[in-house]
């Protein structure tokens, strides 16, 4: 499915919406879990490659312990990337991430515990109904708060309940900072779904992309993997 930078919707249009609409139809709710596994995983490690239209090819690892460790690291030819968030405290290259950053780590922690953070916060999700896309059929966005700064809206396709694409908004003071995903190349490993393909935006101008092609579902990870 090929979105449109143009169908991105307004945070002061998203606000108008929330005022009136209302908690999203639990069918729809009830299909997204059907599709991913309604068993939430504890913790999840994912690896494979991302290309930064910036810096090119990197090694990506991500490593995510419920509900609020996670760490990513992307090597590249010219140097690593690598952030982390325990608990309340986040980190890049080693030194504490400002409000920002922190921001950008909170919403990539978000995105990879959809949906099960999602639908176990169901009383504060708010229906944004119907949303369009170019070449394909619509889909179904559901707002999830973050924090008071940061929400995360989730475009779903209702036949299917799988993820089209997320779109992570973080706003400072009068303004807004966007950044988009979206998922293709369904695979199931161990009853639940994930997308092997996501192509990354950030303010409507396509960034790059990730391909995942190892993801796995340990009991547990140590805190050790979360340290800065």
Same mark, same amino acid.
């Given at each position: 499915m090929?979105?449109s930078?143009h169908?991105?919707v307004?945070?002061?249009?998203?606000?108008?919406a929330?005022?009136?609409?209302?908690?999203?139809?639990?069918a729809l709710?009830?299909k997204?879990?059907?599709?991913?596994g309604?068993?939430?995983?504890?913790?999840?490690?994912?690896?494979?490659?991302t290309?930064?239209?910036? *810096?090119?090819? =990197?090694?990506?690892?991500r490593?995510?312990?419920?509900?609020?460790?996670f760490s990513?690291?992307? /090597? @590249?030819? !010219?140097?690593?990337?690598?952030?982390?968030?325990?608990?309340?405290?986040?980190w890049?290259?080693?030194?504490p991430?400002?409000?920002?950053?922190r921001?950008?780590?909170?919403?990539?922690?978000?995105?990879?515990?959809?949906?099960?953070?999602m639908?176990?916060?169901?009383?504060?999700?708010?229906?944004?109904?119907?949303?369009?896309?170019?070449g394909?059929?619509?889909g179904h966005?559901?707002?999830?708060?973050?924090?008071?700064?940061l929400?995360?809206v989730?475009?779903?396709?209702?036949?299917?309940?799988?993820?089209l *694409?997320?779109? =992570?908004?973080?706003?400072?003071?009068e303004?807004?900072?966007?950044?988009?995903?979206v998922?293709a /190349? @369904?695979? !199931?490993?161990?009853?639940?779904?994930?997308?092997a393909?996501?192509e990354?935006?950030?303010?409507?101008?396509?960034t790059?992309?990730?391909v995942?092609?190892k993801?796995?579902?340990?009991?547990?990870?140590s805190?050790?993997?979360?340290a800065?």
């Open positions: 090929k979105f930078v169908t991105i307004p945070l002061a249009a998203l606000l108008t929330s005022a009136f609409a209302a908690e999203p139809p639990q709710l009830a997204i879990a059907s599709a991913y309604a068993t939430p995983p504890a913790a999840l490690v994912e690896e494979g490659k290309t930064s239209f910036r *810096r090119g090819e =990197g090694k990506l690892l490593q995510y312990k419920a509900p609020d460790r990513i690291r992307i /090597d @590249y030819s !010219t140097g690593s990337e690598a952030r982390i968030l325990l608990g309340d405290k986040a890049q290259q080693g030194a991430a400002n409000p920002m950053l921001g950008a780590i909170m919403l990539q922690v978000a995105r990879i515990a959809l949906p099960w953070n639908l176990a916060k169901r009383s504060t999700l708010v229906d944004l109904g119907p949303v369009s896309s170019d394909g059929k619509p966005a559901i707002e999830f708060p973050l924090e008071e700064q929400r995360l989730v475009e779903v396709d209702p036949e299917s309940g799988r993820i *694409r997320s779109r =992570g908004i973080y706003r400072m003071g303004g807004t900072m966007e950044f988009a995903t998922y /190349d @369904y695979r !199931t490993v161990d009853g639940r779904l994930h997308a393909r996501e990354h935006y950030a303010m409507g101008q396509h790059g992309f990730s995942i092609e993801v796995s579902y340990p009991f547990s990870l805190d050790s993997a979360f800065p």
